[in-house]
Each structure stands twice: as C-alpha cells, then as structure tokens.
C-alpha cells in the first residue's frame, strides 16, 4: 500500500514563495507529479518528474516559476513555487503515476492520491 503525504501550503501574498513537500511510503518506484485543484474547476496537472531519468515537465501556466524535483527513489518530492499568483490558489495534491518512465498530464495516469495541501494567493 502506497501512502502519500503533503504538507507546506500556506497564505502568502502574491510576488512570494512556497515549498511543497510530499513525502511517499510503500512501493512507490514510480513517476510522480503535482496537481492542483480551485473550487469549482477540475483537477489540473502541474508538474511531474519521471522516475527513470529525472526528467520534469510543466503545464505552461508555471513554467519558469515552479520547480519539482525529488531524491533519487522518488521518496520525498518537492514543488518549490515562486512568483506566486493568486490564480495559483488550489488544493495542490501529490500523485503516484502508473508509470516509471513518463509520468502523465491526466489524473487516468496517477493511482495514488495525497490528502492536499491549501495553498491561497492574496493579492
């Protein structure tokens, strides 16, 4: 059983920084990734990292402002945002893909689910 665990979210004003962890027990040995979820809109992919080889991609609403990496067992994942907006308000939730070599930009691509973490932007 594969159990995943958020924390870091936060009220910070818009321009500052956060730094999401998300820490993995069980038998992950998967891809992992980052989404976020604002009340009443869907589930949104953020960010992923591949277990096989370490590359990461990005939905371009972040690009150049959010970073995810994570050690090399994938245990431990970060998302490390900057420049914050406030339409980056969200539950942000970590994910275990179903793969290990690409990750995934759909929620069908993730099997586990953390609990979430509110992270809320004020202008």
């Known amino acids: 059983q594969v159990q995943l665990v958020e924390s870091g979210g936060g009220l910070v004003q818009a321009g500052g920084s956060l730094r999401l962890s998300c820490a993995a027990s069980g038998r992950t040995f998967s891809s992992m990734g980052w989404f976020r979820q604002a009340p009443g809109k869907e589930r949104e992919f953020v960010a992923a990292i591949n277990r096989s080889g370490g590359t990461t991609y990005y939905v371009d609403s972040v690009k150049g402002r959010f970073t995810i990496s994570g050690d090399n067992a994938l245990n431990t994942v970060y998302l490390q945002m900057n420049s914050l907006k406030p339409e980056d308000t969200a539950v942000y939730y970590c994910?275990?893909?179903?793969?290990?070599?690409?990750?995934?930009?759909?929620?069908?691509?993730?099997?586990?689910w953390g609990q979430g973490t509110q992270v809320t932007v004020s202008s």
């Open positions: 994910a275990k893909s179903l793969r290990t070599i690409t990750a995934g930009r759909s929620p069908r691509d993730y099997d586990y």
